[in-house]
Every structure is written in C-alpha cells, then in structure tokens.
C-alpha cells in the first residue's frame, strides 16, 4: 500500500458523529500502553499524527483517520486502564458496542496485544467479544522488536492459545520500531477493504 495521504478526521463521541462517505472502516482495539498510537503511525509513515501515549482511558471517543481518501482507520479508546470509573468502562462499552453491532462500513477489526506477555484477562475477554460479532478480524502483536527472533514463535504460540485463535484468524508479529508485519498487515487490510 503506498500512503499519498493521511489525516486525522473526527473524534467522534456518537454514531452522529461518524463519516457518511460509506468509506471503509479498520477498527483497532487493544489495551492502553500495547503501541496502538505507534502502529498507527508506523502504518501511515508519519512520525505523530496519532499521539503516543496520550492520556489512558480518559477520552470515550472513536478516532478517525482517513488514508489516501478511500478507507479509515477507527482507534478505539484503550481498554484494561486501572484508573478509569465504573460509568467511563460503561460508557465504553456502550459506544464500542454501538459501532461493532451496527456500523455498515466496518471491514476489519485488528486486536492488538502484547508479544512479549500471554493476553491479559481484558485481552481474553476483548477476543471472545469481537469474536462473537463475527467481524473479520485479526490479532497484531506488538513491540516484536523487545524479544528475540528465536523466541518470536514460542510467544506467538502463547498468544494464540491464550486466546483461543482458531487457525483461520491470522496472527501478525509487528514492530513499530523495525516495521517488521507492515507490509503484511497492509496485505491483509487491502483484502479485507478490497481496494
Ligand atoms: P497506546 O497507548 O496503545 O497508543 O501505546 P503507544 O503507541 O503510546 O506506545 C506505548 C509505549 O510503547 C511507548 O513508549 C512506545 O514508544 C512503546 N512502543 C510502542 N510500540 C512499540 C514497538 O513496536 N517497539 C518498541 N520497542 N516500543 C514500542
């Protein structure tokens, strides 16, 4: 995929908020800190446009970013952030919950989680929930530069079992650092959008 263009659209805190265009949608979700923000700008080559390590589970919003005027992709707010209150976990869940059962669009949605740690209980519990929506979807690992190549399959492995992975759903060892899984993890959405 060669990125012509990227912007950031809207943080849209309601279905009244989201595009109209019928563009379509890659939605990311995964726990705070996991590299969501680093993903996103290593996918799209730009040094900042989605902001690192921005305030954790504060914002219930969906970001939107559109790429070379023909697809989006939709951050979720992190999830398996201690601090955040009983009423912003609901009012996440209502709004995810929202966009996932109903929204047209929605091509493809890419979990992310940690390679170098076996899924969390919010990571389990995320799986199972997209799963039940029976989205396409996809598990991105993250930060595969921090353990060593010979290890990369024995974690991959963890993180399949810990999940409960079915065969089918693919897998994507990633690095923002090195940029190892991009261009497979391009691949894949360009499937998944048809573009
Ligand atoms: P977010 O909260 O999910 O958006 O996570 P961020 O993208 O802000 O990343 C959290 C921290 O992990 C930051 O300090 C990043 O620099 C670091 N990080 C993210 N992805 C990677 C990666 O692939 N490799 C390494 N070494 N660090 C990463």
């Not at 993903?39 to 969906?62: D, E, V």
């Not at 992190?78 to 009423?87: Q, R």
């Not at 009012?91 to 669009?105: F, I, T, V």
Request: proline share 6%.
């Amino acid at each position: 995929m060669k990125i012509k263009s990227s912007e950031f659209v809207i943080s849209a805190a309601g279905e009244s908020q989201f595009p109209v265009d019928g563009l379509p949608e890659v939605a990311l979700a995964g726990r705070s800190n996991v590299g969501k923000s680093s993903l996103i700008n290593k996918m799209l080559l730009r040094r900042n446009l989605a902001r690192t390590s921005a305030q954790p589970g504060k914002t219930q919003t969906l970001n939107y970013y559109l790429i070379n005027g023909e697809l989006y992709f939709v951050d979720f707010p992190g999830y398996g952030y201690a601090k955040v209150s009983k009423s912003q976990r609901e009012a996440w869940g209502k709004l995810a919950e929202r966009y996932l059962r109903d929204r047209k669009p929605l091509k493809l949605v890419l979990q992310l989680v940690d390679l170098r740690h076996p899924p969390s209980a919010d990571d389990r519990n995320m799986y199972a929930w997209l799963s039940h929506y029976g989205i396409p979807m996809c598990v991105v690992a993250t930060k595969a530069d921090k353990i060593s190549r010979n290890q990369i399959p024995k974690h991959a492995k963890i993180v399949r079992q810990t999940l409960g992975m079915p065969g089918h759903v693919p897998l994507i060892v990633f690095s923002s650092e090195t940029g190892q899984g991009r261009e497979e993890l391009w691949s894949l959405i360009e499937q998944a959008v048809e573009i």
